[in-house]
């Protein structure tokens, strides 16, 4: 009878880690692992192909005077904040007029959001002959009488950021819509309503009333919105690799290219450590805004 | 009627416009010939002439690449489906040391650059013979997409009341039947937002399969695009048909069953 009982218990302690185990071997394997991985390749000026050997800290001195480092740090800063106000304004202003249509909601929701789905080398490319100089906006621009408006919109480095930028931002604002509208559909409207017999503009119950009861969605948002910024790839690699020179690298794209293109595994190591080390500041700070309670 | 006009709809249909004009703007070029298109970048198109579709098809070696996809797809569903359930039921209904260990070792994995794994990964790939294969292309994905399906299988598992379970137990079932035969046939739903997600995102991904996918044959649709626009340089039309292939299955599994995407893309991210 004893013995039984503790073997019952000792199953039912496994039970869940069986139910765990295919998961965490996979996680493990391919996502763990690795990191530990380029956590130790970081410390060494391994080629590809020799052994690596230690170096120490070399490979993070190397970074802190890489002009392309910070080049690309503070091109991914500018990303950041682009898409911190951008597309949340206008997500923030579609959800509050979609909100308060009767017909066509569903299709409002749907169509800003068909752009989110597609791939985006797909999209990127699409984007990419929107900003040709010869085929692309700048010719309407021209038809229109607006040609001063015409831009060499990916060759120039003053801009080439933010073009392509704004074709990331068209193809992801839809996903903002969608959860600012999940947001809105939560709001209490007892409040609204009580602030509209008392006479408040519409200006004033968006900014005192409906404004900080979306301040969870905010936060989510950010949050996504901050991690993702410092890992975006997709649409520098496909539509200007970077140029012109380094105006449009990125943090990614830099890493990409020093272990893929460039046999340099060691160092992109390095780099991807760094963006880690950005990330886990981004989930900390967040972890504990949660912890204060701020985002209920 | 026109004094019941709500004045929204106005900067909405412009927000629309501004969603769809680019998508009107590829399906367009990818009717055109050569010389309409040269005349003619921006606007419609004269006629409706499918010419360049069959072109890029067989070109672009597309038949081929959507079976890669297929393959690709349907496996990562297969071995996403079995361990995120088994894994999403340990979290949502047992109590046990260290759970919310392995939550947050979750999150970390799926808020975590892909850049961070990928050097190491790349190196043990190639001594495994992993590398330019469909299968170590499936266990990537199914490891990178893994953390958001438990996330959004467990919120489901979650909402099923305990007592349900415990009925069943106490008719006799044991732990793995109240699995196979109430938990899971409840969580239908649940499983079809899955692997919608994840065929999409198998459809879409080429961070990975970029680097890992060198064989011209192997390549998956995204990729396969990417090799296409380098070889046809600045041949928009077909381009732009190769572009509308690429995305149309997309396109329609998501036009039928958008509920589930935006429900499934969106609760995911928040909980």
């Known amino acids: ?231 975006a790839f997709d649409y520098v690699f496909v539509m200007t690799q970077g140029g012109p020179g380094v105006s449009t690298e990125l943090l990614a794209t830099y890493m990409y290219d020093l272990a893929i293109y460039k046999f340099q595994p060691g160092y992109a190591s390095t780099v991807a450590t760094s963006m880690g080390l950005f990330a886990l500041l981004v989930i900390l700070g967040f972890g504990y805004i949660r912890k204060k309670g701020w985002d209920v | 009627m026109l004094r019941r006009f709500n004045w929204r709809h106005i900067p909405l249909l412009m927000f629309t416009i501004f969603a769809i004009a680019p998508l009107v703007l590829i399906f367009s070029n990818s009717l055109k010939s050569k010389e309409e298109f040269g005349q003619n970048p921006l606007g419609l198109p004269k006629a409706l002439n499918f010419a360049n579709y069959a072109e890029a098809w067989t070109t672009g070696g597309y038949g081929q690449a959507f079976m890669n996809s297929l393959i690709v797809s349907i496996a990562c569903i297969i071995i996403i489906c079995f361990c995120a359930s088994l894994a999403a039921y340990a979290l949502a209904k047992i109590e046990f040391k260290f759970s919310n260990v392995i939550m947050a070792f979750l999150l970390l994995a799926m808020s975590i650059p892909m850049g961070l794994f990928l050097v190491p990964l790349f190196f043990i790939f190639q001594n495994l013979g992993l590398m330019d294969s469909l299968l170590g292309i499936i266990i990537i994905y199914s490891a990178i997409f893994l953390p958001f399906s438990i996330f959004l299988l467990r919120t489901f598992f979650v909402s099923i009341p305990n007592e349900l379970l415990d009925s069943a137990r106490i008719d006799g079932c044991d732990e793995f039947r109240v699995i196979t035969k109430i938990v899971f046939p409840m969580a239908k739903p649940a499983f079809l937002t899955v692997m919608l997600l994840v065929a999409l995102w198998t459809w879409n991904e080429f961070f990975f399969a970029n680097a890992f996918l060198q064989t011209e044959e192997l390549k998956t649709v995204a990729t396969k695009y990417l090799a296409f626009t380098g070889r046809f340089g600045n041949d928009w039309r077909l381009i732009s048909a190769a572009g509308v292939i690429t995305v149309l299955p997309i396109l329609v599994l998501f036009l039928f069953l958008q509920r589930q995407f935006i429900e499934g893309l969106t609760e995911g991210s928040i909980k």
């Open chain 1, 1 to 231: 009878m004893y013995v039984n009982q503790q073997k019952g218990r000792w199953r039912k302690r496994l039970f869940p880690w069986l139910l765990l185990a295919p998961s965490l071997i996979l996680l493990l394997f391919v996502i763990g692992g690795p990191i530990i991985g380029t956590l130790f390749l970081a410390l060494t000026d391994w080629d590809g192909i020799k052994t690596p050997s230690f170096i120490g800290i070399d490979n993070f001195t190397r970074l802190l005077q890489d002009k392309i480092f910070y080049a690309a740090l503070w091109n991914n800063i500018k990303w950041m904040l682009i898409f911190l106000t951008v597309p949340v304004i206008m997500a923030l202003v579609a959800s509050m007029l979609i909100s308060k249509v009767l017909r066509g909601k569903l299709f409002y929701r749907t169509v800003t959001f068909i752009p989110y789905i597609l791939s985006t080398i797909v999209t990127a490319k699409l984007w990419s002959l929107i900003y040709n100089p010869f085929s692309g906006v700048n010719v309407k621009l021209e038809e229109w009488g607006l040609g001063f408006l015409a831009q060499s919109w990916l060759g120039d480095s003053d801009i080439a950021l933010f073009a392509v930028a704004f074709a990331d931002l068209w193809h992801f604002w839809g996903f903002l819509v969608v959860l600012f509208l999940m947001g809105i559909q939560q709001l209490d409207k007892s409040i609204e309503e009580a602030a509209i017999v008392e006479g408040a503009s519409a200006l004033r119950i968006f900014w005192h009333v409906k404004l900080p009861q979306l301040r969870p969605t905010f936060v989510l948002i950010y949050m996504l919105l901050i991690i993702w910024s410092f890992a």
